[in-house]
């Protein structure tokens, strides 16, 4: 198998959510994997993700330049994908990430991502929050 890569950038909006799917979606096909257990997985790790970039990023200047970049690469080894906002620095501990109570509306989004991947890591780094997710394939 050859290296698989797609990047792509879109603002921090609701609407930015279809976006990413319909990209991912159009990206796994091109792998030629029917393996569904995978795709789920890694498909809910960038779901859950873009949406907290949506619903958590803020910026210290105006709202209207919100955005993140995705990038998606697959080898014959693992699944990677990067997304970068370009918000303030996300105050985020994953080893302390546990999953929300039943009863509560939201709070799941990093204990679903953690669960589903091999490898989950945030940093801020130029200017960036920058997610690096990733499954073994």
Known sequence: MTDHHLTFEVPAVTE???????????????LGSDDVRLRFSFETALAE?????????????????????VTLS?????????????????DVDLSAVT????DEESGRGLALAIAALDR????????RNVWTLACNR
């Open 99 to 102: 999953m929300a109570d039943p």
């Open 120 to 127: 989950l890591e945030h940093e801020h780094t130029g200017g």
């Open 49 to 69: 993700i873009a949406a907290n970039i949506v619903e958590h990023t803020r910026r210290t200047d105006v709202e209207a330049g919100r955005g993140y970049s």
């Open 74 to 90: 697959a080898t014959d080894r693992e699944l990677v994908a990067v997304l970068a906002d370009n918000g303030r620095p996300a």
């Open 16 to 30: 930015s959510l279809d976006v990413v799917q319909d990209r991912f979606g159009a990206w796994w096909d091109s």
